[in-house]
């Protein structure tokens, strides 16, 4: 449909850029979409099976725990298996951070203040810089150092700015500069005014991320506040919605999360009513149902499902294609914006599908032909030509 209105340009904090296996993280690059397995990270297959499942929900990055030799042994198969960047999560042990990069981790998460001596965080980045590792700070408000702490009294934006840029320092001193910082809290004022407070500090790309955010429901409302927040103050380079939930579903959470914001577009969007007494057709289960049958569709598009004639032509406006609710068991399907044609109720979910993957199958067919006649075509041979 059509372009963004100015209210709704987000200006997107500068930073610089590193990559994270095959994906960019940072400058102009899209905001990408992690998360973390949850199964034992030695059992390659079920850890490779979850990360699958991620990778239909789309996701970019996947975070790994390494805490003991038999993960890191685990990984050089894990990686093999999966089409995504792997981060390996590295606590105290020196020598995982170095098994893992070998393995072929594409980051490995840690806090160089708990790797251990200078010499210990030495062989790490030299193992980082020998595998072509990023490395991505990840300072936590439940595991500030003791200094900062006793400093402070209490974890608070100034400890977890300080505790992050005094890494960076540690970093930089060894001349390495591919990582990421993240100041993560449970409490979201907290992390969303340490992200703030980083990101004026420094040009280092972030990863933002509300921790321990809770449940399905409770996290991804947390989530939502949180990450939107610095999200529509243009602050975030890559993020995780973390739910006690299966990891795809913290991908999913974070899609529409970037998709409210036009920071990213994947797949159906669709705009919905609560419905009411009005409703032409069950609003609810429809828009569970085609949820559903249309979350095979990686191509952007927008569909409203509005139940009566309220507020459903206006939606139409602003959408691909849309549905509203009518009389005598037909609702009316626009194209547009525009009234095109009705529909039984008995057969709208199937029309509906249809006409979604004809259309998404057109735009693909379009963007084939244009990347096609984009390709530079050889010169003739002029030669054999006379």
């Not at 390494?66 to 590295?90: G, K, Y």
């Not at 170095?98 to 393995?103: L, Q």
């Not at 910082?181 to 340490?194: G, H, R, Y």
């Not at 289960?285 to 559903?292: A, K, Y």
Request: charged share 25%; proline share 4%; with cysteine.
């Amino acid at each position: 449909m059509s372009g963004y209105r100015p209210y709704q340009h987000i200006e997107r904090r500068k930073s610089r850029q590193i990559h994270v296996g095959k994906v960019a993280v940072g400058g102009d690059a899209p905001i990408s979409v992690q998360t973390m397995t949850n199964t034992l990270t030695s059992d390659a297959q079920a850890t490779i099976a979850q990360i699958r499942r991620a990778e239909l929900a789309g996701v970019d990055i996947v975070r790994v725990s390494c805490p003991d030799e038999e993960s890191t042994a685990a990984l050089h198969e894990i990686v093999q298996e999966v089409n995504v960047p792997i981060v390996a999560d590295i606590h105290f042990h020196y020598k995982r951070a170095i098994e893992a990069a070998k393995a072929g981790a594409a980051c490995l998460r840690i806090n160089p203040g708990n790797i251990g001596s200078a010499e210990r965080v030495r062989e790490v980045v030299n193992a980082a810089k020998d595998h072509n590792c990023s490395i991505r700070i990840g300072v936590n408000a439940g595991s500030l150092e003791k200094h900062l702490l006793e400093k402070y009294g209490e974890p608070n934006p100034d400890a977890l700015v300080e505790s992050a840029l005094e890494h960076a320092k540690i970093l930089e001193d060894h001349d390495f500069h591919e990582f990421k910082i993240s100041v993560k809290a449970s409490d979201v004022f907290l992390a969303v005014a340490a992200y703030q407070q980083l990101a004026d500090a420094c040009d280092h790309p972030l990863h933002i991320g509300i921790t321990e955010a809770g449940s399905r429901r409770a996290g991804t409302v947390k989530s939502s506040i949180g990450l939107g927040n610095l999200l529509w103050a243009g602050v975030g380079d890559t993020m995780r919605v973390s739910l006690s939930a299966e990891p795809e579903e913290e991908v999913l959470v974070g899609w529409d999360i970037l998709k409210s914001l036009g920071l990213r577009h994947r797949g159906v969007k669709i705009i919905s009513c609560p419905s009411c007494a009005r409703q032409g057709f069950n609003v609810i289960q429809t828009v569970q149902t085609l949820e559903d049958r249309l979350a095979h569709i990686k191509t952007p598009l927008t569909l409203s499902i509005i139940g009566c004639v309220v507020n459903g032509p206006g939606e139409a406006l602003m959408t691909d294609l849309g549905v509203t609710g009518g009389g005598s068991g037909r609702h009316m399907v626009y194209s547009a914006g525009k009234q095109d044609h009705t529909v039984p109720a008995d057969s709208m979910i199937e029309h509906i599908v249809s006409l979604v993957e004809d259309r998404v199958s057109k735009i693909e067919a379009e963007e084939a032909k244009e990347k096609a006649e984009g390709v530079e075509l050889p010169l003739p041979d002029l030669a054999s030509a006379k």
